[in-house]
Each structure stands twice: as structure tokens, then as C-alpha cells.
């Protein structure tokens, strides 16, 4: 039940993420992130549009919950902007790029076998998450936490931490923001440089 609940929700959110604003007042965007979970209920053919949704993209990790419900919640002006996003890229790019080329044999060790006896990772990552309270990253600690809570309770089917932490949406994600960044930041360094190099010419 659990599981269909998150389907639905995550039919609503990744809609409403993708669509642009349209210039719409806060209660407007209320009600159309509303009309989508509305919509996810709708079965054309016996099956429910976020179950269709499911079929392709799996239950995602809580960590993505958290972060497209902190994503709604900006777009709703219900929040202000996290502080340390590009931490939270780079945290879980990371998570990614360590589990999912192992678990496609790219490397002889298998991270994912650590989630089915996950002491050590618990401890890792409440330390991490302390580390990241003290640092006042709030997205990350609740993503983490969020997680974690969620494992201890059980609440997806999966027994595997690693599924609470990280899905290949959520990675994906955040290698593409942290490579738009990393674009963005190397063109405006190649425009100050030309504009530096134009003004000396100009000066000569």
C-alpha cells in the first residue's frame, strides 16, 4: 500500500517539477500539483498512469522523495532556497557513481551486498550526517535522516539500505546538474578572461 502511495506521489511531483510555472499564482500552482495526483489515479487501460510511471522508473529512494518535495515546496514559495545544494549534488552523484558501475560489473567489488547488513553503513552515515548538521546543510541531514528512519522502519519492500539512499533518477540528476554547473562556471571564467584580455588590448 505503501508502495502505491509513493507511486502516486511521485507521478504528481515529477510532473509538476518538469512543468514550467506559467506564470501562476501560489494557489494555482496548489491546485494543478493537487489535479496532478488527481491524474495519477486515472487507469486508461486498467492501469493507473503512476503505476505505468512505476513500471519504468521502480520505486525511488526516499532521499528522491524528500528532495522533489523540498523541489515543490521552492516552486510553491513555501521555502526558502537550501543552503549547501551543491553539496547535496555532489553527496549523492558520489553515492552513484560508487554503487551503480559496480553493479553493472564494471568492478569486482559489489557496494550493494553492504545494504543487506548495513551496521557499518549506519554508523558511516550518521557520522556523515552529524558532520552535515554541524555544517547547517538542513536538505542533506533531512534527505539522510529521512532515509534512514525509513530503513529502520521498513516501510518499502526492499531490505536493501541502498535503496532508501539512492536511485539511478536521483544520481543521474544530480551528475547532470553538477555538469551544468561545472559548464556554466567554465564559461563565465573563459568570459572574464576574454573581457580582461579585451580591456588590456584596448588600453595599449
Known sequence: MISLWQAHLSFAM????????????????????????????????????????????????????????????????????????????????????????ATLGMSDVDP?????????????????TLGLFYLRNGLAVLMLASATLAFIAGIKPSQNYWDYLVDPLLGLYCCGALLTLALRWTYRRSSKRRGAVSDELKSV
Not at 545494504?115 to 557520522?127: D, E, H, K, Q
Open 112 to 128: 550493494y551486498r553492504l545494504g543487506y547488513s548495513p551496521r557499518p553503513m549506519l554508523i558511516f552515515f550518521a557520522v556523515l
Open 14 to 101: 515529477i510532473i509538476f517539477l518538469l512543468l514550467p510555472s506559467f506564470g501562476l499564482s501560489r494557489n494555482w500552482r496548489i491546485a494543478l500539483l493537487a489535479a496532478l495526483l488527481a491524474v495519477s489515479f486515472f487507469s486508461p487501460d486498467g492501469l493507473s498512469l503512476a503505476a505505468y510511471l512505476r513500471s519504468y522508473i521502480d520505486d525511488l529512494a526516499i532521499t528522491t522523495l524528500v528532495f522533489m518535495a523540498w523541489g515543490c515546496l521552492r516552486r510553491l514559495d513555501m521555502l526558502p532556497p537550501a543552503r549547501g545544494k551543491t553539496g547535496v549534488l555532489i553527496l549523492f552523484a558520489a553515492m552513484a557513481l560508487v554503487l551503480y558501475p
